[in-house]
Each structure stands twice: as C-alpha cells, then as structure tokens.
C-alpha cells in the first residue's frame, strides 16, 4: 500500500501489536510494563478524564459526543452514514431507525472483523471505505491496521506495539531532550566525574568545549539545539491554531495543553529526522486527526501511547505524499505540481466542460485552491467529523490514500458543477477556498469512488 | 444561499498582497476589513486566501481584491505567482514581537523582487490592541517606513482599529497614481495608456480597470 519516492529516514518498519483489548469480548487487558517508558508523562485515561463531553465545540455536539464515550453507544452513532450491509451475527435488535441499525450492523460487521487472528486486510478496506463507526476506539485500531501499523496478525499486536512504542520513547529521549539534559544519564557522554571525595569540589559534568553552551561552533550540541527554537515557536503557534473550534486541541485547559505537548514532540522529531523538510506549516493538521483518534481510544494503553502511535502513523501516512511539502521537489514529477496537473487530468476526463470552465474561462488555478486540499489531506476543508470520514475512505483505497485524494477532490469541484459553471474568477474562488459545509459527504464520496479511473499512472507505480 | 457570482460593479479592480510574519494578524486584518469579522483562534494559512471588498472613492467605485498568503519559507515558491499583477501591498508586524518588525526588510526586498516598483505599500503594526506588551515603538516604525517611503499605520483587528483606514488608504492611493496617470497623458482612464506603470494584467487574477455602474456590497 505504501508507495515509493518517500525520503523518509526513519520509517517504522514494523507494525505494532495490542489493542483490540476494547473489542473482543473477554479479553483481557494486560499492562504491558515496557511501553509506558518515558511516555510515563501521558497517564492512561487522563486524556479522556480530561476531556469534557463538549469539548469538541458545538459543531454538531451530539454527533461529537461520541468520540469521547468510553463505551459505544448505538443511540449515539452518526445517524447520517446509512450504509446497509448484511450483519454477520444477526444482531437482531428491531430499532425504529433505519440509520441506527445501519450502523449497529457496520459496528458488529467491523467488530467481528477485528476479533478475528488474522485479519483480512482486503474485507477490512471493504468495510472501511464505506465509513467506520465513532466511538469504542474501532476506528484507532482500523486505522492502525490499514496504515501498516499493525499487523494482520492479531497475536503479534501486543508486542509490536511494544516494541515501536520502545523505539519512539528512546528517539524521544536521544533527539529531543535539551543538552542540558545530557548529563543525567551516561548515553550521550560520559559526563559524571566519577570520584566521589567528601571534602572536594562538587561533581561537575564533563563537556567538551565544542559542546559548551557559550561555544560558536556550528556542530556544537547548543548549536544545533537551538537551531530548532524557531521551528518549535512555529509549531507551537500552528499548534493553538489547530481546530481552534475544539477544546481538545485549543484553549487553556490542561488537557489540550497536554495533546499540544504531544503533538508538539511529534512534529519536532519528526522535523529532526527529515532535515530536508524539517515542519512545514499544514504537518498540524494531518497529524490532527490520528493524534485525536489515538488518544481518545477507550483503551487507557492505547490513550496513553497515543503520540507514540501517532507518530509512527503520521511518518506512515505521508509516506507517499511527503513530497508536497517540500519546495525543491515542486517541479518534479513527484511534487505538488505535477499532483495538481494530475488532478486537472482528473478532472478534464470525468468532466470536460467544467475542467474548461474553470481552467480556461475563469482561469482558476487548482494551486489557489487544490494546493491546499492536497498537502492537508482536506483538513482544513470541513468540519471534524467529515474528515473521519473522507479519512476512511482515504485510508482503505488499495490504490494508496493520494489516488482517493485526487478523486475526492476531483468529486469536490464536480458536486459544485452547476454554482462553478455560472461563477466568474473571484466567485468561483471564493467558493473553492471556502467549501460550502452542506454537501452530503456520503454523496461526495460516491461520486468520488465512481470517477472514471484516470488514475493509472498511480496505480501502476505501486 | 445567495448569488454565486461576484459583484461585477466597480470602475476599478486592484488586487492588494497581505505578507509578513507568521501570526501577525494578516488573516485577521483581511477578515475585519471584508467581512468585519475577527476571530481570536483563526487557523494558520496555507497556501493562499482571498477576499473582495469594493470602496467608493470621488465617483468611483473599487473593488479591492486581497491575497493573504502563507508567510513559510515552503509556501513562497508557490505564492509568488500571487505577486503577479499586485499593484499594492499591506506589509504586517506584530507590535508585539519585535522580530516580526525586524523582518519587514526581508518582504520589503521580496516585495521588489517580484512586483511592480511603484507598487503602493503600507507598513502596518498590527495588534495596537496589545499596549501593555508592545515592543515596537511607533515612532521607530514611523522612521523606518519613513526611510524605507513607504507608508504606515498602526492597527488592531481585535478592537477594529484603522483596519479600515489601512485598505483604504492604499487602495485610494493607487487609485491617484492610476487616474493621474491617465491624466497627464491625457486618456480615458478607463483604458490605460501604453507605458502605464500600475500594471494592469488579463482579466483574471490581475488588477484591472472597467467601465460600469457601483456596487454594494
């Protein structure tokens, strides 16, 4: 699934383990001791604790509510996805709501999926594509399993999550602790004089002049220490301005202090193993999503590994797309403008008329408007709960999450056709910047899945 | 719902840039002078944002067509194809962080580099709101849009402070330049001369002239 051309240095090679604790039944929650770590700061169950029923604004508050009940409730299912499938284990229960049922079958359909020990990777994109259900941490684990982040089999779970978990707090602690820091333990240096005379001087570390704080020397560990405090300044004003609507993310309560923390360290490591790209402006909001699901998972183990989790995912999740962000590689053939051309091909076979329309007549470029679609993975386009879902269907494209992403937004522009074809520049951009929030996102999803399929190019590189 | 077609009421169209640092308020300066809005928590920019807003100056009416634009190092490549055709420019600090002050040099020399030279650009301290915090003085901001001739004028989008006055001043500025130009050779200003300075590009993203009635909004 993950496609080539990605310069990312430390891609997580393996997948990691645990937790479909929450989903099948009787099993038995187990504290694995390793993956608390360093991570020790993230206490199990506090995000949730912390995380007020309304927090996430009143967008659609009761829709919301689900993300943050511990248990699923059928009452509480996003009524709206109507996705009739055939129920695997006959849950028999007559509702009065179409939708309700709809969704208690998508919930028993995806549960027993993830119950089983090997996991079919094909029927879980199946099920996936058509939505995955809020609440009960089902989508954490789907999302996990459909980025390579876990393994199909279930057995292994446990301790791949336990390893990668590991892996993550010891690059946490070897990249993003401060020099200072160095001293107190012996990885970096040797630095604590080993002598221990009563009445002589007080134990001093040991550094060498290069890395003395006041030392101008651009290899010097201060040096390049402080050579991220812009790139952390930048992260941290992104990181207030990130779904300011949500009081998970925005405000000052200690929990959002705390998620911003997380996925303030999730950007700087990942900036500190891609000195190419470094933090690019945006990288707060594609991790947004999987940072939020993780950490509101009802597992107290997975809540609290969330942002080792996230991390791991977020590296997986632009593996095929890193490229966007990255200036140099503008003009080749695998940067965001040879993705925007792809996507004006996209839209000229599907729907001649209005691709003239808007690329001749109007003369809309997609880089005013499609640029952003593209490098936020939608993002920044709809409201919370309507990126999960796109995200579902991103992430169970076995053509790859960029070839669904040209679709979707290629549905996008198709689904304004009749307002785009009667707007002039200024209104059709204005439109295209600021997506209209009343388009039935199912719809747009269909129409999206059913493009014709000009996307060979993607898929043969695969 | 409304109408999907802009307002095509306006006897001139010139398009404004919004550059300076990252969190200085830019978002917010265009979204208080538009659509008088403001909003403490917006979200960063990404690539570029746009937004109209017609004045009436003398007889004429003008619409002004705003580009605020990412201010990241990565996403200038990409912008610079929104200088194109830009005939002003609002370059913004925070009054609070004087870096963003001391960065005004840096888009002051982009600024050259990819428009126009007799674009019309204002130096503008944003968050005035912020007076117990504030870092840069007026009278040093004053001197060096003196030095640098370039216009300035303090602000606050919070307060809706000479947002306003800041457009509209810039925008009736290059409205003189345009229309004295047509003046002095003599023209219908309406269509401009060979040799204009303003530059006056396509139809589309570009700043232009027309011939019609006014508009409302």
């Known amino acids: ?462 | 719902m409304g109408t999907y077609r802009a307002d095509d009421d306006y006897d001139y169209l010139f398009k404004v840039v919004l550059i300076g640092d990252s969190g200085v308020g830019k978002s917010n300066l265009l979204s208080r002078f538009s659509r008088n809005e403001f909003s403490l928590e917006s979200k960063s920019t990404i690539g570029v944002e746009f937004a109209t807003r017609c004045i009436r100056v003398d007889d004429k009416v003008i619409k002004g067509q705003i580009w605020d634009t990412a201010c990241q190092e990565r996403y200038r490549a990409i912008t610079s194809a929104y200088y194109r055709g830009a005939v002003g420019a609002l370059v913004v600090y925070d009054i609070t962080r004087h870096i963003t002050f001391e960065n005004v040099e840096r888009w002051l020399k982009e600024l050259q580099g990819h428009t126009d030279s007799n674009i019309v650009i204002m130096l503008v301290g944003n968050k005035a709101d912020l007076r117990h915090l504030r870092a840069v003085s007026t009278d040093d901001a004053g001197s060096f849009a003196e030095r640098e001739n370039v216009f300035f004028m303090e602000t606050s989008a919070l307060e809706s402070l000479n947002v306003e006055n800041a457009f509209t001043e810039v925008l009736t500025r290059i409205y003189r330049v345009v229309s004295r130009k047509a003046l002095d050779i003599g023209e219908d200003p309406v269509m401009p001369p060979k040799g204009q300075t303003i530059n006056v590009g396509s139809k589309d993203d570009v700043s232009e002239v027309k011939s019609v009635g006014c508009c409302s909004s």
């Open chain 1, 1 to 462: 699934m993950l496609k080539g051309n990605h310069k990312i240095p430390d891609r997580p090679r393996k997948v990691f383990p645990d937790m479909l604790g929450s989903l099948v039944l009787g099993f038995e929650l187990k504290e694995s001791e390793n993956a608390g770590g360093s991570l020790a700061s993230l206490e199990s169950g506090e995000e949730l604790k912390a995380f007020e029923p309304n927090g996430l604004g009143s967008v659609q508050p009761v829709a919301m509510s689900d993300f943050v009940d511990e248990k699923p409730k059928g009452t509480n299912l996003d009524i709206r996805s109507r996705l009739l499938r055939p129920a695997k284990d006959g849950h028999g229960q007559v509702s009065a709501m179409e939708g309700i049922i709809a969704a208690d079958e998508k919930r028993s359909d995806l549960q027993y999926e993830l119950s089983q020990p090997e996991i079919n990777l094909e029927k879980l994109q199946r099920i996936a594509n058509n939505g995955l259900p809020d609440g009960g941490g089902l989508r954490a684990t789907a999302w996990k399993l459909l980025l390579g982040y876990l393994p199909p089999s279930h057995e292994m779970w446990e301790k791949d999550l336990t390893e990668h978990r590991s892996k993550y707090a010891k690059l946490k602690e070897e990249l993003l602790s401060s020099p200072a820091r160095w001293g107190e333990n012996t990885t970096y240096a040797e630095t604590i004089v080993e002598s221990n005379i009563n009445d002589g001087p007080l134990q001093r570390q040991k550094i060498s002049p290069e890395d003395h704080p006041l030392s101008v020397g651009k290899s010097s560990a201060w040096s390049q220490f402080f050579q991220y405090t812009e790139i952390v300044e930048q992260i941290d004003r992104d990181l207030q301005r990130t779904h300011p609507d949500l009081k998970f993310f925005s405000g000052d309560t200690q929990s959002s202090r705390k998620h911003r923390e997380s996925m303030k360290n999730v950007l700087l490591l990942f900036a500190k193993l891609n000195p190419a790209i470094r933090y690019v402006q945006g990288m707060n909001e594609v991790l947004a999503p999987i940072y939020y699901i993780f950490s509101t998972d009802p597992d107290e183990q997975n809540a609290a590994n969330a942002e080792a989790d996230s991390f791991s995912c977020f590296v997986r999740l632009l593996s095929d797309s890193v490229d966007h962000f990255c200036q140099q590689l503008d003009n080749s053939s695998v940067g965001i403008l040879s993705t925007l051309s792809r996507l004006s091909d996209l839209l000229k076979e599907n729907d001649e008329e209005l691709w003239r329309h808007l690329e001749h007549t109007t003369k809309v470029k997609s880089q005013f408007y499609a640029f952003r679609w593209i490098t936020l993975l939608l993002t920044q386009e709809f409201s919370f709960q309507s990126i999960m879902r796109i995200w579902d269907s991103l992430l169970s494209n076995p053509f790859g999450i960029q070839d669904m992403l040209l679709r979707v937004c290629c549905a996008m522009l198709l689904c304004l056709k009749g307002r785009l074809l009667c707007g002039d520049f200024i209104a059709n951009l204005k439109l295209l910047q600021h997506y209209p929030t009343d388009i039935n996102i199912d719809h747009l999803l269909n129409v999206a899945t059913q493009l014709s399929p000009d996307t060979s190019s993607y898929s043969l590189s695969l």
